[in-house]
């Protein structure tokens, strides 16, 4: 630290080293050290920016490109059914991957919604405190395991006994990829769902319990709706993981790019297509273009669902904050 | 009704009185409300029991792959065969160059948030709006941002001004720390922040009233006692970082190298990754399942070592938290 | 930090006396010579009392100009028509008085009174609360405290505070007695050390902790935490210091030595305190000033208060009528 030979208020000569900093010096670092903090700050934006800008510049030429146009364009991304990037005519239509993905999707939702909330009900308004220490540490657990990991356990074993239960379809499908899909997003939906049920102040439910509700009754009639708009955020924000998540859905859906309603048919995702195909693509093609595309569709979705959620999670704070 | 609630009513016809409550038989309330709890519980109960459905697997078929020859001896025989050391390897370089990257900018963004910023300024509320969404972003969205911006973007054009070989503008160690980076920057944003918050208000008093500045009060009061907390959010977003296989696959990791890699320009191999390439590239599935389920374990311990260790210091964190209150 | 290792007293360093007020006001006030040890005159008091807009305030006499003049040399800081709002609400409506030198003045009144946000005001600890806005004057000597232009971090060095809760830093004792003297820059041990056990000997705390420097701060009482913070205060010198209810958080017995120690102190220091203990005021303090609803309601010779009080409200206040 900088001294000063002559400190301001006259006291000099009361330390032996006089340590008193000039008051200029010492303003000025602290700016900086602000400015600096302030940098780092603003690396969130930047990079969010960034983000955007070099994800969506790498797939505009789709748009506005002449010549990535008349190989994979806008137009063109609807009007074929059929994916098949790599042939003699290259075919970019997006039904299938997002067909694919819509299924993948629902059907880890249709698994994780109602066991995450309800297991999130359990936790908060149910469970002794000895098995509230053993769920919320699992369901941590759950949320440490890599989606590789996930993925590689739903190509090798789940895939194998759904197969030998259900004797339908392929190996490997949207059923397949859902339920692990499913395991990946169950702890975000507790974790949020749990969080929001916590937060309903317990005079809530002791006014409940009062007039003679039991604890169920208080918990269905009272603090899940008091709690609605956080476990709504909470499945939405699990709804946008399980929409964005690739390896697991690289892994165990099978990846072939058809149009069927079945959920026992194989199914390529967005997230997957792009993790497959970029590997092996030219830098700069209309395959590399479109792929980008792709990314930028899928930041898009996820963006106005995470949106939402954050909104409808400030909703629920201001709305138990004024109460 | 009954009798004398009608007697009642006759004689008060002004106000006719309610009759006593007949609520539902509690037989068949009761009996509900037995099945909700149950049922919640049985959902509760379920996830444990596909998590240990998982880990049991797990542990029960690769337990055995993991000696000490395997963590320690490079892929032999096209990889139906040998170790998964430059795995393990390429991991631990690939998280320790994205602490260093990430972590005193979380710290310092954190701190910026929490000490110095006003609550209600735009800067706060674009960077807590990007940091929020920026959590978000689908992993694989993160792989092709470290594709389009560092390596075709940054890397190109360090080789073009340095007038290098294809040295930057290719995959490597540090686009793929970067990227990771940048994936876990809300954790250590979050975590750094509630640690900050855990420390209570007259501890920053004290110091300023003493003459400290407010940096001074950071730096020597501040995070000594958030450092649990910055240490979870580290560990948390190491144990994430490692087990992340999309943002890499095309930033840097390499489906197999004869070679350690020598030099952040390096490509590298990973855990993660090679869980997904041997499980689903492999020329012989039978041959490469040991090894498979080996690396599996190995990843999980590294990621639930780093989770656990993270939990305790959390739980210390936010005990310390609730004593205050 | 080691600070158990105490390096013997003979080391060559000299710790310059701490000097009394009149060397630091050196080229900025009258020396303070002329006040020493003379008691104030009653009726040069009661100038220091409030000034009211309208002159007069429930009968107390309004200070001629002259008056004002004679308590404004005698102050060390004087505070004219200080008010403070959070948003909307007026928490100080005009405060006006004069801290004396070398004496403990009291600040009395029930709680919610504004007499801890009037004490912050004298450190500027309230610039921490977003949303305060203030008005009025308070000077230290001729350092304008409220200009935008003053130097938070050095007037806190100048005016040390004391809360309400011991609250030493989670370091060794020794690491929390030199804590202000480290941010000062002062590096050098032997000093360190000389001046931590001068502080401690003055917070009557150094026979019970010289030989556990080292330890941790928290595993004190909590009287000894309070006189340690009181040493830390200490420590930097200041000219004037701030308490916050000191005691309010001990027993009987800590609250006895605290006490013994504020009039062992107001020999050396100009020290203000606020309390909301009747006896506590009447104890330690030579002035005390009554604010209630964030008026100064009456400020006098604190024996003259406490017996013959001019303002009903007071005397109200003092026999416990409220608050």
Redesign the interface.
Known sequence: ???ASND????S?????R???L?GS??T??RF??L??????????V?????IV??F??GLPVLFDPATRQEASLHGFFSTPIWQPVSGVPKYGLLPLLLGTLKATLVAMTLAT??????A???S???PPR?RE??K??????A??????????A???LATWLHHALHVGTRLNALNAGVALG?AV?PTV?SVAEDALRAVPNSYREASLALGA????T??NVTLPAAAAGVTAGIL?GL?RA?????IV??ASGNAAMVSGSVFDSVRTL?AT??AE??EVV?GSPHYAT??FL?GM??LI??V???LA?LLVERMRRKLGTA | MNNTASLLVARSPATPPLGPLSAGSPESTRRVGAGFTVLAGFAAFTIIAMLAVILGNIVIYGWRSVTWDFVSTAPREGMTKGGIFPAIFGTVSLVVLMVVALVPFGVGAAIYLHEYARQDSWLTRLVRFATTNLAGVPSIVFGLFGLGFFIQFVGRNLDRGLGLDVTWGRPSLLWAALTLALLNLPVVIVTTEEALRAVPRHMREASLALGATRWQTVRHVLLPQALPGILTGTILSVARGAGEVAPIMFTGAAYFLPYLPHSPSDQFMDLGYHVYVLATQSPDVEATRPLLYGTVVVLLLLTFLLNFAAVLLRARLRMRLAGRN | MPGNEVIPMEAPVVIPPIPEAEERNGELGPPDEAHRGKPFPRDEVRTAGPVAKGGIRNGVRPPTEERLDDAAIEAILRVREFSLFYGQTQALKKVSLDIHPRAVTAIIGPSGCGKSTLLRSFNRMNDLIPGIRTEGEITLRDLNLRAATTDVVDLRRRIGMVFQRPNPFPKSIFDNVVFGLRMLGLRNRAELEARAEESLRRAALWEEVKDSLGRSALALSGGQQQRLCIARCLAVQPEIILMDEPTSALDPAATARIEELLIRLKANYTIVIVTHNMQQAARVSSFSAFLLNGELIEYDETIRIFTNPRVQATEDYITGRFG
């Open positions: 630290m900088p001294t301001n208020h006259g006291r000569g009361r330390f032996a080293s340590p008193v900093p008051r010492r303003e670092r602290e050290i602000v600096g903090l302030r940098l780092c700050a603003s690396l969130a934006v990079g969010l920016g960034l983000i070099f994800v510049r790498e109602p066991l995450s909330v309800l297991a009900v359990y936790t308004e149910f469970a098995a053993i769920i540490p699992a369901v941590e657990l759950l440490g395991v890599p989606s590789v990991v996930l993925g590689f356990f190509l090798v074993v395991l169950i507790f039991s604890r169920w009754q918990a269905w924000l946008a929409v964005g998540e690739t390896m690289l892994m997230s792009i993790a970029m590997g830098v792929l980008f990314g899928l930041f996820t963006f669902i995470n949106t954050g």
